[in-house]
């Protein structure tokens, strides 16, 4: 047990001393805060108006309270804001008509969207023949925070792999590999003590992620045992690309290519219909999103996220069954 | 003459090391994701759980609330149904209408994520189609439409973009370090130290493995997908001047290290910082200015604009101009940092 605890130190140490480890570490909180910043500001701007001074401030005040409103001095400026590559609607008044700018590729119905607003704005005084009441069923969460938490969670599990593989080639390029098939230390121990750092940082990460998105009262044990399962996918990555390549160039672009299925599988499971997703069956990463959905929704039982947990460790045995001797030979 | 040894030497370096066989598999790959699993269009129109009074003409509702185009109704017989299906379709809203005091009563039912001026929206719609059939109504709002031939591209090549600016445009960015610092490792560094050429001979060779590797992946991915439908004399050149940018901004920060694993991790920041512009690409009317200020942001809408029939050719080349003078301009700090540390 210390022989494997000394193996990750050393690591912890040698990715210290290069600062990589602080990076790798903190920089997932950042794009968890971003993100959380990200979440509230979508919310809250549903149409982009832009208007020039001969709309008068009541009106600003009033579409205030619909999105978002920039002023400008001349027609030329609101025209050139409108012509800009984010959506944005223009909004001028010339004697008692209303023009609504739009540079015309926009989505169909957001521009029926300014013209009900200014349409109610001046038919206010009518005496409506309807009543509209809005309320809610209390859903909190956010389409864009339950996806978006859930995909940095899983795509970050790769950085436990990546600084395993970094390792790794550091040894081979300095023959300290070698040295460890002379000491005393087995081979189990070393690879071991190498995988634990793979382990330990998305742990980390996964509860700091959901800690800062703050999905309140979930299963912070579903969550732990779902990243050990798929950071042993990512562990195996990590050692396969690490012993088989002697440069660090060809590793990293390895590692890369791992980006693909990754985020394939998260964002078929996101768009395609259910009917589809059996396509996705053979990544265990749309196991691990699954698995996570379900917690991050607050609707997993243990059952649930057990039987994606197997899948899980059934696909990353089948994969090592096919792998284990390429990575044998690479640790001689 | 220097140069082209560099980069020759360079180019079987990366043969060798099989790392520009694994760029173009990932871009083989993503064609492969892109022309078989992306639909050419997504459907993003929400469903909206209806339930209309017995008194009421449920057609006409239909038909008025179908008008906007932007939603599927789903007519359900309770409020309690609409309930349960928002609880299993959190991407649905609901409404119920009934007749309440000779009024037509709307109660909109959210999830309750939604904001405030989502919300607003929402009533001010319903209630601007509610009126617009009374005598006394008045329209005065007319719609200007700037560009005569607007065109949106298909939700499938509309990630086009993202790939070449991920991939093909930041290629240099991710992987420059890495090429540098295995020299370093592998004492082809001293070597290079003890022969006349000049550091920003060897740093324009890495670049222009680059760039080779950044052009084949960018053209291969584009004839696969897009086929004919892109402009490849602005392709090339937007690839060129962004390639050159992404990768002078590699070179400047590894000339700050002395080893991978410390650059790695700054770069890391730097790429996904810069791959955060691609929220605003796809929810253009999310932009805020943190982002606007992004380089990634009018490059992604730069790449876009090659896709488009009549393409803004002012918008392109400025991109190009503006980034091949910043690559420019990063090269020459790079080379200046470089000199005095490359060799250390």
């Given at each position: 047990m210390k022989k494997i605890f000394t193996i990750t130190m050393r690591d912890i140490v040698s990715s210290l001393r290069d600062s990589m480890i602080i990076y790798i570490i903190i920089f997932p909180f950042i794009l968890a805060v971003i993100l959380r910043m990200m979440t509230s500001s979508v919310g809250a701007t549903t149409v982009n108006i832009a208007v020039d001074n001969s709309i008068d401030s009541t009106m600003v005040e009033y579409l205030e309270d619909f999105g978002n409103v920039e002023t400008f001095d001349s027609i030329e400026r609101v025209n050139k804001r409108v012509n800009d590559t984010d959506d944005v609607f223009g909004l001028t008044k010339k004697g008692l008509t209303y023009s609504i700018i739009q540079e015309g590729n926009e989505r169909a119905s957001s521009v029926d969207l300014l013209e009900y607003m200014v349409s109610s704005y001046e038919n206010q005084n009518l005496d409506l023949p309807i009543e509209v009441e809005v309320s809610d069923i209390g859903w909190n969460l956010s389409p864009i925070k339950q996806y978006g938490g859930n995909l940095l969670i899983v795509f970050i599990s790769v950085f436990g792999g990546m600084i395993i593989l970094i390792n790794l080639v550091e040894e081979k390029q300095e023959n300290t590999l070698s040295a460890v098939n002379v000491s005393s230390i087995t081979r189990t121990q070393y690879v071991i003590g190498k995988g634990l750092l793979g382990f330990m940082v998305p742990i980390i990460h996964s509860i700091g992620i959901l800690a800062i998105l703050n999905y309140g009262q979930i299963n912070y044990l579903m969550v732990i045992v779902v990243i050990l399962c798929i950071a042993m996918i990512s562990v195996l990555i990590g050692f396969l690309i690490g012993v088989t390549n002697d440069n660090i160039l060809g590793a990293i672009s390895s590692m890369k290519m791992l980006f693909i299925p990754i985020l394939g599988s998260i964002f078929g499971a996101i768009f395609l219909g259910s009917q589809w997703h059996y396509l996705l069956y053979w990544s265990p990463f749309y196991w691990a999103f699954n698995a996570l959905n379900s917690i991050i929704l607050k609707e997993a039982t243990w059952s649930g996220v057990l039987l994606n947990c197997s899948i899980i460790i059934l696909i990353t045995g089948i994969i090592f069954a096919l792998l284990s001797k390429k990575i044998k030979r690479g640790l001689n | 003459?220097?140069?082209?040894?560099?980069?020759?030497?360079?180019?079987?370096?990366?043969?060798?090391?099989?790392?520009?066989?694994?760029?173009?598999?990932?871009?083989?790959?993503?064609?492969?994701?892109?022309?078989?699993?992306?639909?050419?269009?997504?459907?993003?129109?929400?469903?909206?759980?209806?339930?209309?009074?017995?008194?009421?003409?449920?057609?006409?509702?239909?038909?008025?609330?179908?008008?906007?185009?932007?939603?599927?109704?789903?007519?359900?017989?309770?409020?309690?149904?609409?309930?349960?299906?928002?609880?299993?379709?959190?991407?649905?809203?609901?409404?119920?209408?009934?007749?309440?005091?000779?009024?037509?009563?709307?109660?909109?039912?959210?999830?309750?994520?939604?904001?405030?001026?989502?919300?607003?929206?929402?009533?001010?719609?319903?209630?601007?189609?509610?009126?617009?059939?009374?005598?006394?109504?008045?329209?005065?709002?007319?719609?200007?439409?700037?560009?005569?031939?607007?065109?949106?591209?298909?939700?499938?090549?509309?990630?086009?973009?993202?790939?070449?600016?991920?991939?093909?445009?930041?290629?240099?960015?991710?992987?420059?370090?890495?090429?540098?610092?295995?020299?370093?490792?592998?004492?082809?560094?001293?070597?290079?130290?003890?022969t006349p050429a000049k550091v920003w001979e060897y740093l324009l060779s890495k670049m222009g493995v680059m760039l080779v590797t950044g052009l084949l992946t960018g053209l291969i991915t584009t004839l696969l997908v897009a086929g004919l439908k892109a402009n490849y004399l602005h392709l090339i050149a937007l690839l060129i001047a962004t390639n050159l940018f992404g990768t002078s901004i590699g070179l400047f920060i590894s000339s700050f290290y002395d080893s991978i694993m410390k650059a790695m991790g700054a770069i890391l920041v730097t790429f996904m910082t810069l791959a955060f512009a691609t929220t605003s690409y796809f929810m253009p009317s999310?932009?805020?200015?943190?982002?606007?200020?992004?380089?990634?942001?009018?490059?992604?809408?730069?790449?876009?604009?090659?896709?488009?029939?009549?393409?803004d050719i002012a918008y392109i080349y400025s991109n190009v101009a503006g980034f091949t003078v910043l690559a420019a301009l990063f090269f020459l700090w790079s080379n200046h940092r470089f000199k005095k540390t490359l060799t250390v």
């Open positions: - | 003459m220097k140069f082209a040894h560099n980069f020759i030497k360079d180019m079987k370096v990366s043969f060798k090391t099989f790392y520009i066989y694994i760029e173009i598999l990932m871009a083989l790959i993503f064609v492969a994701i892109l022309l078989f699993v992306v639909p050419e269009n997504f459907s993003s129109d929400i469903n909206m759980y209806a339930h209309i009074d017995s008194s009421l003409q449920s057609n006409e509702i239909v038909e008025a609330l179908e008008s906007d185009n932007s939603s599927n109704i789903i007519l359900l017989d309770s409020m309690d149904e609409i309930k349960y299906m928002l609880e299993e379709d959190r991407n649905s809203i609901g409404i119920s209408i009934s007749m309440v005091d000779q009024k037509i009563l709307y109660n909109v039912i959210l999830q309750g994520y939604e904001s405030q001026k989502y919300r607003n929206i929402i009533e001010k719609s319903l209630i601007a189609e509610g009126i617009k059939d009374l005598p006394e109504y008045g329209s005065n709002t007319n719609i200007v439409t700037l560009a005569s031939s607007s065109e949106r591209l298909s939700d499938r090549l509309n990630m086009l973009p993202i790939f070449l600016l991920l991939n093909s445009a930041f290629t240099g960015l991710f992987i420059v370090a890495t090429y540098i610092f295995m020299d370093k490792e592998e004492g082809t560094i001293r070597a290079f130290a003890v999310f932009n805020p200015i943190i982002i606007r200020i992004l380089p990634s942001y009018p490059m992604a809408f730069a790449f876009r604009e090659v896709f488009l029939e009549n393409p």
